[in-house]
């Protein structure tokens, strides 16, 4: 997909493609790479077919918006992305791993070390601090040292501008904090890919324009974001968008779906 970002303050730096070394991804690798994707859900009366054939790829450090009316299909391609949901036929690659293919407990290791989940109304846990939430995840990923997490819990929400509000409880923060909180939480193990749906759902307006201007300086540093939203006016954050029309790809953005061979997964 290419960037059409017109943001003034969030100039994509020259750190770009050193980040997705980094990752471990040829430049010429996406970081997301659908393929020829169905995903349909059993029900008493009848199947529903949420995804049908999506195929679509997206490079490392863009910053795509996935746009569509309710029933459209984004959410559960969120959850086909972050491995909670698995597809019913096609492949579904991240981040070099053919999703499907791993276990429940290897998909579990990896969406600790590879995913960063952001949710409109936030999924804080409530009797845990702001620090102990942003510090859960290191715990289950166990990538950095016990030693070293309350610090970088810390560093993570002075990062996103509430290092003041470490110590207090979720239910006594804005809704705004709530949602920075959660964002730094996201970024806790350090992933190349933070999924992020509807993140400015349950804001007023100056509040969501305010998460968004931290979404693009997180890209703008080089991590790519895939986010659902029903925000109009994004042009000037996203490097490109995604409409999705009754499951499928609408704004002619989905490429031709490359051959699949008959031993790729079909549930």
Known sequence: MSNNRSHETTTRPPSRASRAAD????LSEPIIDLQQVVKTYESASQPFTALREVSLQIQAGEFVAVVGKSGSGKTTLLNLLAGIDRPTSGVVSVAGSRLHALSESQ????????IGLVFQFFQLLPTLTVAENVMLPMEFATIVPAAERQSKA???LSRVGIQDQADKLPATLSGGQQQRAAI???????????LADEPTGNLD???GTSILELFATL???GRTIVMVTHERDISGYISQ????LDGRVADGAQPEADHIESAEVRL
């Open 219 to 221: 890209n703008a540093e």
């Open 23 to 26: 990752q471990g991804l040829p």
């Open 241 to 244: 968008q995604l409409t999705l």
């Open 205 to 207: 307006s100056a509040t």
């Open 184 to 194: 730094a939480r996201a970024l806790a193990n350090d992933p190349p890919l933070l």
């Open 107 to 114: 998909l579990a290791e990896w969406r600790g070390r590879t």
């Open 154 to 156: 810390l560093a993570l």
